[in-house]
């Protein structure tokens, strides 16, 4: 009998020249974890790798996993056949339906089978006409159109649907980031851009516990828990705010308190980043979203690092990233009542406009200013995720 198989296929991959093993070889070893607890083969082919020998029962669930890995361009459910042209054309007469147009394209990759792909076109459309005569070909708009692949290793794959996938480069390929990892919907969605461009996930959260609840850091601890379906490995840690926090509204402006809790966060992210080998930062904002994320909120802030911060929500509107939420399971989470540190001693009217001169005149107020932030970074905690 002809047996269900996905094919996967990874697109951006093969304009890496020289290093294409290097991200070959890391998708493969994503797609092995993903699947190794459900049974099943995977062929890695040269272009195109294949999930065989599955219980059709789970062909769902391996799918949606495949639609978790980065780098895994689309797929498709697919029967297999052999070379032989009768067992082929069986197979797609089987294939199609008994009404309405159709037409058959064909990819052949092995080049020395004796039809060319034009001649499996057509021969197979003879074919499927002949046993269904009620049927009439369409190239242009067919309502039916069957794939058919003839592959190097003897297969000969017949499907007719193509599911996409989340695209991008293998995750761990791209260097290390460290998220600066809220309760909100932007900062998940920030953490997914980047690494669907391939880079591995650090997060870290900051809570101003007793001010914020438990519940608020296990709203972060769960959104971590969804990343890590796209993100492998993905580690958490939490720091403490409280203390920096009470500094700042005991000794400054109530409307600097958010852009001067900004400015610790990012000082304090830099210097995790660096203790555990991230590159760079990453955080959720939006550009006038809030008062804290004009053009110039986002210059004070910038202005205490000097690793680069990639902003992937920048240029989005906030339904644009709520569709990428909720695409990838972190929208309902987010929604969740909880506070977020930055709620805490909020001011009525928080700075739109500030400069780095007169926030540094108000820190200057904050005494002890680096020892708040290393007894801070001394209480950081790492989460186990799931
Ligand atoms: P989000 O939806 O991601 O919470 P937001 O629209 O609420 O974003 P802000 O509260 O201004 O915006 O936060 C901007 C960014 O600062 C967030 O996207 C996140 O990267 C970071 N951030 C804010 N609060 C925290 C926190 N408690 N812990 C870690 N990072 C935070
Ligand atoms: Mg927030």
Redesign the pocket.
Known sequence: MFGNVILIRFGELYLKGKNKDYFENMLKSHIKDKLSDIDCSVYFGRGRYVVNNYNVAVENDIISRLKQIFGVHSVSVARRCGYDFNEIAELAIHMTPNHGSFRVTSHRSYKKYPLNSLQINMQLGERILQAKPELEVDLHNPDYTLNVDVRENGDVYLYDSTVKCAGGMPYGTGGKGL??????????V?GYMMAKRGMSIFA????SYPYTSEAAKQK?IDLANILGEYCPNIKLMCVSLTEIQEAIHNNCKPNYMITLV?RF?MKIAQKVAVKYGCGCLI????LG??A??TLESITVTNAVVDMPVFRPCIGMDKDEIIAIAENIGTFKK?IEPYE???TVFLPEFPLIKPTVDKVEEQESHIKGYDELIERALSGLETIQLK
């Open positions: 998220l600066l990892l809220s309760g909100g919907i932007d900062s998940p920030a870290l959260h900051f809570h972060a900004r966060m955080n959720g904002e939006s979203q809030v804290s994320q987010s977020d540190c930055c």
